[in-house]
């Protein structure tokens, strides 16, 4: 069975300081790879997807991801947040093939101090 | 830019009663899916749709859980008779294909089972 695990669960940065979220993801097969992005009161919203092709991939608002595939890994990175920032990201995966149905971490939530 | 929209958006109940979940997804999408999220937890799949018939569903969608597709627009979900344990955050979610596919959620409704 697909797992998506975020080790962080909560984090606490200054504004301008650099973001890392760790995902890590359980699955024998070809996945897509997703970070959303939930605002205080507000809905999920995609951030970024991973596909195929460049395991870089660059979402809204200045934040990428990097596929490691021999890590199961697809962290999210921003060079410096800002207080906007502040939400609960959520990294999802799901198969390629088959079932459609999103995996998802249990979240982290990010507190950007201005 | 097109959303998915959710009806309503919140929701009191008395334990025992039915409860019907509006959803309009994204107008050229083509596979509908609902989620839940229960204070805290983290969010998990429920059941997908395509061409009017279930096509997964996970071990939480049980016989209480029902959903329907009754005119062009609408995707419901229902459930029969709420428990407590059913009060949570329900996202409503649609793609347009399956393979490279990303799902755009709506707002949620959030239900408060008494």
């Known amino acids: 069975a697909q797992s998506v695990s975020q080790h962080n669960h909560h984090v606490i940065l200054s504004e301008a300081a650099s973001l890392e979220l760790g995902c890590n993801y359980s699955?024998?097969?070809?996945?897509?790879l997703f970070w959303y992005v939930q605002y205080p009161g507000q809905h999920l919203q995609l951030l970024l997807k991973?596909?195929?092709?460049?395991?870089l991939v660059k979402g809204i608002k200045g934040f990428e991801a990097e596929f490691i595939k021999s890590k199961f890994s697809f962290n999210l990175r921003k060079p410096s947040v800002q207080w906007s920032d502040t939400a609960e990201y959520f990294c999802?995966?799901?198969?390629?093939?088959?079932?459609?149905?999103?995996?998802f971490g249990t979240g982290t939530r990010l507190t950007v101090i201005p | 830019e097109p959303e998915v929209t959710q009806t309503p958006s919140h929701q009191v109940t008395q334990m025992g009663q039915e409860v019907i979940l509006r959803c309009v997804p994204i107008?050229?999408?083509?596979?509908f899916y609902w989620y839940r999220q229960i204070l805290g937890q983290k969010v998990e799949f429920l059941v997908s749709?395509?061409?009017?018939?279930?096509?997964?569903k996970s071990e939480i969608f049980d016989d209480q859980f029902s959903v329907e597709r009754p005119d062009g627009s609408n995707f419901t979900l229902k459930i029969r008779s709420t428990k407590l344990e059913d009060s949570a955050m329900y996202f409503c979610?649609?793609?347009?294909?399956?393979?490279?596919?990303?799902?755009?959620f709506g707002p949620g409704t959030r239900l408060l089972v008494l």
């Open positions: 699955y024998g097969g070809t996945v897509n």
């Open positions: 991973y596909f195929s092709g460049d395991p």
């Open positions: 749709f395509y061409n009017n018939e279930i096509s997964e």
């Open positions: 999802a995966v799901n198969a390629r093939t088959g079932a459609n149905n999103l995996f």
């Open positions: 979610a649609s793609s347009e294909a399956t393979g490279y596919k990303t799902q755009y």
């Open positions: 107008s050229n999408h083509l596979y």
